[in-house]
């Protein structure tokens, strides 16, 4: 048997696409890519702000954007933000179907409903033939949070329940489960099946499993993603843990990542996810650092900073940058870089695929790099290079040599520590 590695076949779904001639289609299921998707955060009514976030989040890489419709005045907003923006707008519906509607006859390019709080038959009824006659799609989102004490809890519970009976949130899936049979049901009463389903929940686990039973169960594409999963930095892990488990076993169409933080990281952060799952092919810089360790030199953590902050704006082309703290592991961690610094005794030699190009004090690395990495991507753009390529092996410095960063200082313990970040 050939070995197929980690990663799942992608499960087989329907497809949807999202989007028009003028901001673009968005395909969601079957072979399209992963897309990401992010939410605005402020008021759709304050409507120069909220083209200006739309903008910066499509800017960004965002492919789908949703805005939360809670009042008329949020729908009306829409006939005068949609003309302005070049990426398909969702509009997101809780409670009052007639917003549903108004976003329609606005031009939005999605719906989203909860069956937690919209599911009055007659309403939904109304929606779907609203989508069908305009060809949009609607995504079916139940949410651990709103799921609790509905009308159908007892509908399936039995059979579930005892079916998820040793899971620890085995109830809580029964009924997510229940309420989408249920909704789905109307959907497919009226023939329409433009349909995007998720279940998200709090706990990773739990989303993980969900999405597991109800990838088996439907065929409709899914929308990934972790509610309530706290801010950038306390959230990331929690979600990422979650979407890229669901993600490398070959469940999932499109995510949405929700941070309480500027939601910029959602989509830096679904980028960057699919990008490492080999699901998206990189647009930018790709950075690889060494964690430093006793061996360090220079002040290393403030260097990859400033690298992150200053060169990887400046650059377009998926440039694959090294920033190693010393030759011990250096040159072998960085062999795959296009361009790459290690560091020695306050000084660092900065190498092009392979060719050494520079030994420059501490103080002029960055702007050295900098420009290195700008003539790399200009020969690149001249067809005069190629990413990913190696020139020649790297052949690091001899360890007491021109870098002064020697072995045998380290092991005589004349390396003096570099303080860095109060560490
Ligand atoms: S590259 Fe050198 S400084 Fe960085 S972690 Fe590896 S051994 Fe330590």
């Known amino acids: 048997?050939?070995?197929?590695?980690?990663?799942?076949?992608?499960r087989v779904t329907r497809k949807v696409v999202v989007g028009d001639d003028r901001v673009g289609r968005v395909a969601i299921g079957g072979d399209a890519p992963l897309s990401v998707q992010t939410m605005c955060a402020g008021y759709t009514h304050d409507i120069d702000a909220c083209v200006a976030e739309i903008n910066r989040y499509a800017k960004a890489g965002a492919d789908l954007v949703r805005l939360a419709v809670p009042e008329r005045k949020d729908t009306e907003a829409l006939h005068h933000i949609?003309?302005?923006?070049?990426?398909?707008i969702v509009a997101d519906v809780h409670f009052h179907y007639q917003r549903a509607l108004e976003a329609i006859e606005a031009g939005v390019h999605k719906i989203r409903l909860n069956p937690g709080n919209i599911s009055d038959r007659d309403q939904v009824n109304q929606v779907i033939d609203a989508c069908a006659e305009r060809k949009l799609p609607i995504r079916v989102g139940v949410n651990e949070g709103s799921i609790i004490e509905r009308k159908d809890k007892l509908k399936r519970m039995e059979e579930l329940g005892k079916y998820f009976a040793g899971h620890h949130s085995g109830h809580l899936i029964?009924?997510?489960?229940a309420k989408l049979e249920e909704y789905l049901e109307i959907f497919e009463a009226r023939n329409f099946h433009e349909v995007i389903i998720s279940a998200k929940g709090i706990d990773p686990t739990l989303v993980i499993d969900i999405?597991?039973?109800i990838s088996a169960r439907f065929d409709y594409p899914l929308h990934l993603g972790v509610t309530h999963a706290g801010t950038v930095?306390?959230?990331?892990?929690?979600?990422?843990s979650a979407l890229s488990t669901l993600v490398a076993?070959?469940?999932?169409?499109?995510?949405?990542?929700?941070?309480?933080?500027d939601h910029i990281h959602e989509v830096q952060d679904g980028i960057e996810m699919l990008c490492c799952l080999g699901k998206r092919v990189r647009k930018g810089?790709?950075?690889i650092a060494c964690p430093t360790c006793g061996r360090i030199q220079v002040d290393l953590f403030t260097l990859v900073k400033e690298v992150e902050k200053i060169l990887m704006p400046e650059l377009e082309l998926p440039i694959k940058v090294a920033v190693m703290g010393c030759i011990v592991n250096g040159p072998g961690e960085a062999e795959g870089a296009d361009v790459a610094v290690f560091a020695g005794d306050r000084r660092g030699i900065i190498y092009v695929q392979g060719q050494r190009v520079a030994n420059v004090p501490e103080a002029e690395i960055l702007p050295r790099l900098l420009a290195e990495c700008k003539e790399f991507e200009a020969r690149v753009r001249r067809g005069e290079a190629k990413l990913g390529e190696k020139v020649v092996a790297i052949v690091p410095p001899a360890p007491i040599g021109e870098l002064g960063s020697g072995e045998a200082r380290i092991m005589a313990g004349?390396?003096?520590?570099?303080?860095v970040g109060g560490r």
């Open 249 to 261: 076993n070959g469940i999932g169409d499109t995510l949405r990542i929700s941070y309480a933080s």
């Open 211 to 213: 999405y597991t039973e």
């Open 1 to 10: 048997m050939p070995y197929n590695g980690f990663m799942h076949p992608r």
């Open 414 to 419: 004349l390396v003096e520590k570099v303080t």
């Open 174 to 177: 029964a009924l997510m489960i």
């Open 82 to 88: 949609l003309p302005q923006v070049r990426v398909p």
């Open 233 to 240: 930095d306390s959230g990331r892990i929690r979600s990422i």
């Open 285 to 287: 810089v790709e950075l």
